[in-house]
């Protein structure tokens, strides 16, 4: 493709304006993915493209050495109520030194810099720059588990992700897991609770036990502790005069990088045995209630139409922080004040990097400007004389990363 635009710094940061102002909840990406192909293609990719689930990958030719593979997710979570902003969600203000908005650091800001940085790198590199936003980031990461995956995706040799890291080199975080653990009685008229068995009364002891397994967590001498705590509980029927035969009890965990979906179940069975043993379930004649553990599920539906029930987990991952991969990265980046190579840490939330290193097994670190306290709230903002210092940053980052895969 002919460029017919210039990267440059405040070119991505035009761009990550433009692209703040396309909301893309996750399932509804399509305007914001036709955006991020025009400006590859105004930028003289050498391949434009999107998938099935309208995951975006563009690259940038290089010599015959090795991939590097630069990532940003494409969905948002909600703004919430856009007078709660101190700046309008959806504007892409810049005002007081930084960019503001839904996306400007999580993570519309780092894209729109990583999609620039390749372009920007043409003919300086010893091996192809891979461009891939995927979608459904958000819930669960459908989107790069698809780009991954066995059967013919992508398999570069080392893969960037573009959340914030405030300037440090990530090197993995805890996963996340949604668990339902669902209560059944018998429902009745509100009027005759004898005549029920009501789901509600679970509650108590099914909380009893969610707190024993929270005090019980393992850790890892990195990432620190998991951690498990009730998010929600729903009932149903609704309808406030009829006593509910079925309640639902949903669990936040943030687990470690050993962690299985089998193992997850089998923990929370075990930590309610005791407290369901002690709950009479055969009172009120012989009408039982039982319960069932499970992984939270989601239809999710890709904006291109395409439809998959999907476990609600985002695997964890953890690389040696003297990897050759992480050392070049942080000797590469350096301080932003000060010597020395930059600080190599772990981030707190989860990632696309569990499916490309945790699950795929392709190194996997994470480099962006911006501070992840502001991520998913409604002060969200991209510091600008922060992100011009990781633009330039990337410029090193990528050669750097694949001269030692080179020397590998």
Known sequence: M????????EGAIAFAQDLIRIPSLPGEEGELTRRVVAEMEQLGYDEVRTDELGNVVGIVRGGSGPTVMLSAHLDMVAEGDP???????FDGVIAEGCLHGRGAMDIKGPLALQTHVAAALRGRTPGDII????VYEE??????????????????????????????????HRGRAEIEIVGTGLAGHASAPDRARNAL?????????VADLAASQDSDDVLGPASVVATGVDAVPASLNVIPDRVTVTLDWRILPVDTEESLVTRVQDALG?????????????RGAAVEV??????????????????????????EPGHPFVTAAADAVGKRAGRGPARVRPWVFATDGGWTCGVRGIPTIGFAPGEERYAHTNTERLDLDEARWGYAKYLDLVPAVQQVAVAG
């Not at 007078?83 to 969600?89: C, F, K, Q, T």
């Not at 040799?157 to 440090?168: A, Y």
């Not at 009364?201 to 036990?209: N, R, S, W």
């Open 294 to 319: 499970r992984m939270a599920t989601q239809l999710q539906r890709a904006y291109t139409g395409v439809e998959e029930e999907r476990r609600i987990l985002s695997p964890g991952f953890l690389m």
């Open 2 to 9: 002919t460029a017919s635009r210039s990267a440059s710094f």
């Open 131 to 134: 461009v891939a936003h995927p």
């Open 83 to 89: 007078d709660e902003w101190e700046y309008p969600p």
């Open 274 to 286: 005791p407290h369901l043993r002690r709950f009479d379930t055969e009172d009120g004649g012989g």
């Open 139 to 172: 819930r669960g990461g459908w989107g790069m588990d698809h780009l991954t995956r066995p059967d013919g995706g992508l398999r570069p040799d080392l893969v960037i992700i573009g959340e914030s890291t405030q300037g440090d080199i990530a090197i993995g």
């Open 201 to 209: 009364d679970l509650v108590p002891p099914i909380l009893a036990g």
